[in-house]
């Protein structure tokens, strides 16, 4: 369903379970303008205007502790959910 991923999981592509995380993460790329013009493509590369080839990207989820007083309160708006941690980790392997 990802031909830009194709190169990173080769023929495991379509294992594990599915992570709907990253069609919100390429929709999020292709909705910021990023390399339009090879999006589907397996040479599709959101991130090359942005970052030069060799330099590095830091990463950075929001793990941090967080009590919610409410009753009934939750941690769920502050912590980066892990599937998209996976999603933006694996767009920056690929590129």
Known sequence: AYPELAALYADRI?????????????????????????????????????????RRIVLKPNFIRHWNPAPGGTLDSVITHGT????????????
């Open 14 to 54: 379509d294992t594990g379970a599915p992570n709907p995380a990253y069609a919100g993460v390429r929709s999020a790329l292709r909705g910021l303008g990023l390399d339009t013009g090879r999006f589907g493509r397996p040479d599709w590369n959101p991130l090359g205007a942005l970052v030069a080839p060799g």
């Open 84 to 95: 998209v941690l996976r999603a933006v980790a694996d767009d920056l392997d690929v590129y």
